[in-house]
Structures are given as structure tokens and as C-alpha cells.
């Protein structure tokens, strides 16, 4: 028996618009924090139902067969599901896919975003690897307070990626009434505000849950697995956004990424694929999956793939779009 404690939360947020977004977010921070500043804009074209992990326990196949009955109840519900996901999210997304694809269903999406996807853990950068062995060999040993011991090590260094993820730090004191008087010392306040809210969440995730959503990471096989890798995941719309820095997270010659980072590979694996790699507009790089920091380079293009879709959903005409002369 699957316990609520293994599969994920989610909470659906009303929208105008045939649209209908399932959000996906990494392994941390939770999902309201991940989807902060893209909500507003995905709930401008229909309904949001934002996915958070659970905090206790994570079952693999359990929380996959709890995302594939949310699509299939926005489908019948006569919604546009629109699937996104961002980092593990977006693996957890394309092992959905995958296995859609193993028992020859049509997956139930009619569009689909991935941000900074990792597909598995063979994608990852040498550092995360390192960080990922011990935690993955004591696993395996079952030695569960080796594990745990070495997933601390894995909070710290997640915790110093939160910090980097919010700019800004408010001062102190007296110092910190006075800035609030100015826009830069709001925006500071707030993106605190922000961090502290994701380092809490770092802090409450107990160390089975946190084991748990690791193993769970490692379980992802990647889309070359199965027998029917030859075919296509999805042809749906899909837009894949690539952070200019995800080599410090990612391998981009890893398995999944050297596929999905290059157009002319990723249409094999999605025939309807665009690909972007986002700087921000002083050229400065772009992380992977800094949803938050840079969300202007972000939602840029979702906010222009999301037009797409909807035209496409209701029958609009886009202005650039020329028109279709009738036959007599």
C-alpha cells in the first residue's frame, strides 16, 4: 500500500484560459518557492496546480503514478494539461514519458516544458557526483547513519546554492528600517524574505526524506533506457531552456544533457523541440535553474511558448503569423 506520505502534494490555483500547468520542481526548494515568479504569468493563460514533494518519504513510482493521474484528470476535465518541470523535477517528467513510451500510451500532455532538466544522475557535474557517491554507497550497503551522515554535507552545500539563488541581504538594525524606505532596500528585504523561507525548508526536511528523494534521483534511468528508445518521447510542443552555467551542476556531455542541450539531437527525442541556452541582458551567465534570479530570462520564453500553445488550443492568430488565404 502507497501511504499519502510518499507521493506529492499539490495545490491548484484558478485561472483564466483553456490552459491547465502541472509544475514540477526540483528536488529543493519546495514548489511555491521554485514557481514564484513564473506563477502569475502561467496563471494568466489557465489553471496552476503546483506539485511539492513530500517531506517524509518518496516513492518513486508512487509520485509518478500520482502526476500521470493529475494529467489525466485535467484532460478529462477538458483542460490543456501543460507539464513542466525544472532540474529532478524535469527527470521525473521524461521517466513519466519514458514509461508512457514502454507501454505504448499516448502520454496525456499536449505541451511540455523542461528547465534545466537532468535526466539522471550520470548527468551530473564531477562535483555533485562526488557528493552523490558516498550517500549512494552507504546506501547500498544499507547503512543508513553513514548515508544520512553524508547527506548533511549535501544540506550545507545546497544551502550555500540558496544563498546564491536570492541576491541581496538586507542590514541589520536601525540601517534595516531606513533601507526599507528605498526600492533597492525593499527588493533586498524581500529576496531575504525568499532565502529564508528555502533554507527553512532545508532545515525541516528530515534525513529519511531527504534520503528517500535521493534514492529516488538515483533510481531515474535516463531516456536512453527501454526498449523503444528509438521512438520519440512526446510530440508535443516541448521548449527546453538551458542556463549558459549548468556546467556547474551538469555534465553537457552527459547522457541525457549532450541530447536534449543540442536542437538537432533533441528532435529525435521530442520532433516538436525548441532549444534555448539564456544569458541575462548584461551578459552575465545564467545557472541552472535560477528560476528565481533570473526569472526575466525565464519566463522570456515561456511567456512566448505558452502564446503558442494557447493560439493553437482556441484558434487565435498570431499578429506575426501570416494569414491563410481560403481556397475558392
Not at 4 to 9: E, Q
Not at 308 to 324: C, K, S
Amino acid at each position: 500500500m502507497i501511504l499519502p506520505a510518499a507521493v506529492p502534494a499539490f495545490a491548484t490555483f484558478a485561472g483564466p484560459g483553456p490552459l491547465h500547468f502541472l509544475l514540477l520542481p526540483g528536488l529543493v526548494p519546495d514548489g511555491p518557492e521554485t514557481f514564484l515568479r513564473q506563477r502569475a504569468l502561467f496563471q494568466r493563460h489557465g489553471a496552476v496546480t503546483i506539485g511539492t514533494w513530500p517531506y517524509h518519504d518518496f516513492d518513486l513510482d508512487a509520485v509518478i503514478a500520482a502526476i500521470e493521474a493529475r494529467l489525466r484528470a485535467i484532460l478529462a476535465a477538458g483542460a490543456v494539461p501543460v507539464l513542466v518541470g525544472v532540474s529532478v523535477g524535469g527527470g521525473i517528467c521524461l521517466e513519466l514519458l519514458r514509461r508512457c513510451r514502454e507501454r505504448g500510451d499516448t502520454p496525456p500532455v499536449a505541451a511540455l516544458a523542461l528547465l534545466s532538466p537532468l535526466t539522471c544522475t550520470a548527468d551530473l557535474a564531477p562535483t555533485l557526483q562526488r557528493l552523490l557517491a558516498p550517500i549512494a554507497e552507504a546506501h547500498a550497503r544499507d547503512h543508513q547513519e553513514g548515508a544520512e551522515l553524508h547527506l548533511e554535507r549535501g544540506r550545507q552545500f545546497f544551502k550555500s546554492l540558496a544563498a546564491r539563488s536570492v541576491p541581496g541581504t538586507p542590514p541589520a538594525g536601525l540601517a534595516r528600517l531606513v533601507s526599507l524606505l528605498t526600492p533597492a532596500g525593499l527588493v533586498a528585504w524581500q529576496e531575504h524574505r525568499i532565502r529564508a523561507r528555502i533554507e527553512r525548508t532545508l532545515d525541516t526536511l528530515p534525513a529519511r526524506g531527504s534520503l528517500a528523494r535521493v534514492v529516488a534521483m538515483l533510481r531515474l534511468p535516463g531516456i536512453l533506457a527501454g526498449d523503444k528508445v528509438r521512438r520519440p518521447l512526446a510530440e508535443v510542443p516541448t521548449l527546453i531552456l538551458w542556463g549558459s552555467k549548468e556546467r556547474h551542476t551538469l555534465d553537457l556531455d552527459g547522457p541525457g544533457t549532450a541530447l536534449l542541450c543540442r536542437p538537432d539531437l533533441a528532435h529525435r527525442v521530442f520532433p516538436q523541440a525548441e532549444v534555448h541556452w539564456l544569458y541575462a541582458r548584461d551578459g552575465e551567465p545564467v545557472p541552472h535553474a535560477s528560476l528565481l534570479k533570473h526569472h526575466r530570462e525565464f519566463n522570456l520564453h515561456l511567456a512566448r511558448f505558452i502564446a503558442r500553445i494557447e493560439a493553437a488550443h482556441v484558434g487565435l492568430r498570431l499578429p506575426f503569423l501570416p494569414r491563410t488565404r481560403r481556397s475558392a
